[in-house]
Nanobody, 126 residues
Framework: QVQLVESGGGLVQAGGSLRLSCAASGGTFSTVGMGWFRQAPGKEREFVAAINWTGRITTYADSVKGRFTISKDNAKNTVYLQMNVLKPEDTAVYYC???????????????????WGQGTQVTVSS
C-alpha cells in the first residue's frame, strides 16, 4: 500500500514559478512510476506529466511542455513537479499518482495508476 502526500501549492502571479512535491511511503519507491494530473473547476482531471520507474524517461502534456519538469528522487521517496512561466489556465488542484511494477513507459492515463494523493491547490492570478 502506497501513501502519497502532495505539498507546495499556493497562489502565484502569472509568469511565476512553483515546485510541487509528492512524498511517498508504504512501498518501494524506486520501483514505481509517478504521474501528475490536475483538475480545474468544472473540468475533468487531465494528465500533466509522468516519469518511469528509473526516472530517466519522462513525458508531458502539450500544454505544459517546455514549462514544467517532473523529477524523481529515490533517496527521498519524493517526486517533484517544477512549474515555470505559470499561466492562469494552470490553475487547478494537482494530484500525484503512483504506478507499481517497474513501468518502463510513463503512464499518461488515470487507469494506469493505483494510488493517488489528496491534491494540492495551485492558483495563478493574471
Amino acid at each position: 500500500q502506497v501513501q502519497l502526500v502532495e505539498s507546495g501549492g499556493g497562489l502565484v502571479q502569472a509568469g511565476g514559478s512553483l515546485r510541487l512535491s509528492c512524498a511517498a511511503s508504504g512501498g518501494t519507491f524506486s520501483t514505481v512510476g509517478m504521474g501528475w494530473f490536475r483538475q480545474a473547476p468544472g473540468k475533468e482531471r487531465e494528465f500533466v506529466a509522468a516519469i518511469n520507474w528509473t526516472g530517466r524517461i519522462t513525458t508531458y502534456a502539450d500544454s505544459v511542455k517546455g514549462r514544467f519538469t517532473i523529477s524523481k528522487d529515490n533517496a527521498k521517496n519524493t517526486v517533484y513537479l517544477q512549474m515555470n512561466v505559470l499561466k492562469p489556465e494552470d490553475t487547478a488542484v494537482y494530484y500525484c499518482a503512483a504506478r507499481q511494477g517497474f513501468p518502463v513507459v510513463p503512464g499518461t492515463t488515470e487507469d494506469k495508476y493505483g494510488y493517488w494523493g489528496q491534491g494540492t491547490q495551485v492558483t495563478v492570478s493574471s
